[in-house]
């Protein structure tokens, strides 16, 4: 009897354990070094759009506070909506380096492709294996001078600061739910998606493209709720945020991670 309570005990640790919620907050990480150059305008209207599929960065609410990545940082597509603390590197670049060595904060919007008809220190700037940032134009002006065109940064991951809470696009048919998953705070970039519906269990979703995911259930009539995984593995679920009479191509906000 002694011992069917020792393996009762250990099988609900293991249990609670895989359930609980990992403490604390996402916390950034090193201090690393990239280069970076400007795309997009004064206006930053070039920046629109892009890889991971946020459309209007105005109204998404990023702003002129984005960059396009390169190979080695977009991770195809997973650092969408990671963010990023850049600062121009004097000891490299002074002479282009704005005084006070003041720092940005960024969030991934977009990729900035590899161009291998030029080498890599010559106008290849997003080639792998280079750790590369392409800034809306108004963001590099704020670290470097225009004519610099492409300066050496100090780079490091840091929480994304969000007002609100996430927001989930719905776009799609009845047989195909393609969610849009935006504002995400915390570790910013979202690795796993489920879904449920108020008929239904938790169905994972796949990623499509950039922070779009994607889902065949036929949904429709049904009150839905989210469950996301960071990069970080901190979960958060977002019960009943869009009501049963909810229909293509409204936002609805459900609960954000703590930051």
């Known amino acids: 009897m002694a011992r069917f309570l ?23 990480g090193a201090w690393e070094n990239a280069h970076a150059t400007f795309y997009g305008g004064a206006d930053a209207a070039g920046t629109m759009g892009g890889a991971c599929g946020y459309g209007n960065l105005y109204s998404q609410g990023y702003g002129v ?53 030029l080498p ?31 300066v050496a940064v100090n780079f490091r991951r840091v929480p994304c600061m969000k007002k609100g809470g996430i927001r989930f696009t719905m776009n799609g048919f009845r047989y195909f739910n393609l969610v849009l998953i935006t504002n995400v705070a915390g570790a910013g970039d979202i690795m796993r998606v489920s879904i449920k519906g108020s008929n239904t269990q938790w169905i994972p979703m796949s990623r499509n493209w950039g922070q ?40 609805f906000v459900g609960r954000n991670f703590r930051v």
């Open 120 to 150: 890599n220190d010559n106008g290849g700037w997003c080639n792998p294996p280079r750790p590369h940032f392409d800034l809306a134009m108004p963001m590099f002006l704020k670290i470097a001078q225009y004519r610099a065109g492409i």
């Open 65 to 117: 506070n984005t960059a396009a990545l390169s190979t080695a940082l977009f991770n195809n597509g997973l650092s969408c909506g990671a963010c990023f603390e850049i600062n121009c590197d004097a000891s490299l670049d002074g002479k282009w380096c704005n005084p006070g060595r003041p720092s940005i904060l960024v969030t991934a919007t977009n990729f900035c492709p590899p161009n291998y008809a």
């Open 212 to 251: 779009n995911w994607q889902s065949n259930a036929v949904l429709v009539g049904q009150t839905l709720s989210f469950r996301l995984t960071a990069s970080d593995r901190r979960t958060t679920t977002s019960m009943n945020v869009a009501p049963a009479s909810w229909q293509f191509g409204q936002t």
């Open 6 to 28: 020792v393996c009762v005990f250990i099988l609900l640790s293991i249990t609670t354990s895989s359930r609980a919620r990992i403490p604390g907050v996402y916390t950034g």
